[in-house]
Structure formats: C-alpha cells, structure tokens
C-alpha cells in the first residue's frame, strides 16, 4: 500500500529516510530550510520544499495532517525538533516519528506526543557493537533493554539439523520467527524444518545470551 510521507530536515539521516521510503515506491515530501539540501533531493522524491518548518502556517498550507506518518529528523536543533513534532501532533497527524540526539531529549518528545522516537546513532552503536562481537550477526534490532531481533546466518553447528533437534529455545533461550533461503521466506517454521547452510534465521532472544550463539 502505497503511503505518503513527510520528512522535515535533510540532514544526512533525513536524507537517507527520504531516499529509501521514495525508493520503496511511496510519496515523499522532503522539507529543509537549507536551499543546498532541498535542490540535492529534488529529483528523487515526489516533492521537495525549502520552508521553515518552525512556522505553523507553512505546515498548515502543506497540509500536513493528510500526510499518514511524518519523520522529524531534524538533529542540530533540538528546540525546533520538540516545537515541530508538538505542532504535528496538534494539527491532528496521526503517527509522528522524532529523532532524539539523548534519552532525556527522547522523554521530552514522548511528553509531547511522538508516536516513535529512533536514536540513530545509538542504534549504529548497539548493531556495530553485536556484528563486532558475533562475526554471524547481520542485523540487530533492540525491542527493549531486555529482548532483540536479530538476523544470524546458521551456524555451522545448526546446519542439517531439524529445529526440534536442536532444541534452540533450552539451548540458547531464542526463539525463530522465521528463515530467509535466498529469495524464499519461511515463517514461523515448524520444528520438522531443516536449517540449510547460508539460511538467514531471524530470531527474538533475550540480549544477554546473544553472546552464547555459536559460530
């Protein structure tokens, strides 16, 4: 389903949400008061606006409030960071995520109504961090301080088996949601599934026994 997305400051992490979700086949409307930034982005998104977003009428003229999530990536000024996300909220947009620079700047966005606050360094952090300590993983995402999603390929120790046969939930207290084999996807496989070499497994397991996986 095709959806509309408003992304306000064009900084680096803006740019690079803007360029993805436009490459993903959805309408993006990408704001910056700088002219440079707005100009680099033009031909790669549906529409591209240099405006302050600061000003409540500018976002009223664009009509936000149809727009059916709206990023605010704004990060080299967290006033007008806080200030814009509020005004969003005000004007009725439904799903509104915040970039927050610190866990403090975060509590004060969740106070005004971002529906999603993302950290993007800390979480650049967090999955350097696991890819560096665990050669297998691919991907990590944090669900809380406690549980991760993370994306492994199969050890060679899990290669050939059955997952009833490896039992990876007494093991090592994962569970798998689901396995990428080339282009297929299995989902929620059942324990007869045999774990190829090179499958992607995509598991949730508590943070602590991440460092248990083997290699």
């Not at 405006?51 to 080299?76: H, M, P, Q, Y």
């Not at 944090?142 to 994306?151: F, G, M, R």
């Not at 090592?172 to 929620?188: E, F, H, K, P, T």
């Given at each position: ?19 993805n979700l436009s490459a993903l086949g959805h309408e993006v409307l990408a704001m910056d008061k700088n002219p440079h930034a707005v100009q680099a982005i033009a031909d790669s998104v549906t529409h591209s606006v240099q405006a302050d977003a600061r000003d409540e009428e500018t976002l009223k003229a664009l009509g ?152």
């Amino acid at each position: 389903m095709r959806k509309q997305f408003l992304v306000i400051g064009l900084g680096r992490f803006g740019t690079s949400v803007a360029l993805n979700l436009s490459a993903l086949g959805h309408e993006v409307l990408a704001m910056d008061k700088n002219p440079h930034a707005v100009q680099a982005i033009a031909d790669s998104v549906t529409h591209s606006v240099q405006a302050d977003a600061r000003d409540e009428e500018t976002l009223k003229a664009l009509g936000v409030r149809n727009f059916d999530v709206a990023i605010v990536a704004i990060g080299d000024d967290i006033q007008a960071n806080i200030l814009i996300t509020l005004m969003l909220k005000d004007m009725g947009l439904k799903y509104v995520v915040a970039k927050a620079q610190t866990a403090l700047h975060g509590r004060v966005l969740e106070k005004v109504g971002a529906d999603r606050i993302i950290y993007p360094e800390k979480d650049m952090g967090l999955r350097l961090a696991h890819n560096l300590v665990t050669a297998n993983v691919m991907d990590f995402i944090e669900l809380s301080p406690d549980y991760s999603v993370v994306e492994i390929v199969s050890p060679l120790k899990f290669v050939d088996k059955t997952l009833s046969k490896l039992e990876l939930r007494n093991q090592y207290g994962l569970s798998v949601m689901a396995i990428r084999r080339g282009s297929q996807i299995v989902v929620a496989p059942g324990g007869d599934e045999v774990i190829r070499d090179k499958d992607i497994l995509v598991i949730i397991a508590k943070n602590e026994d991440l460092a248990d996986l083997p290699d």
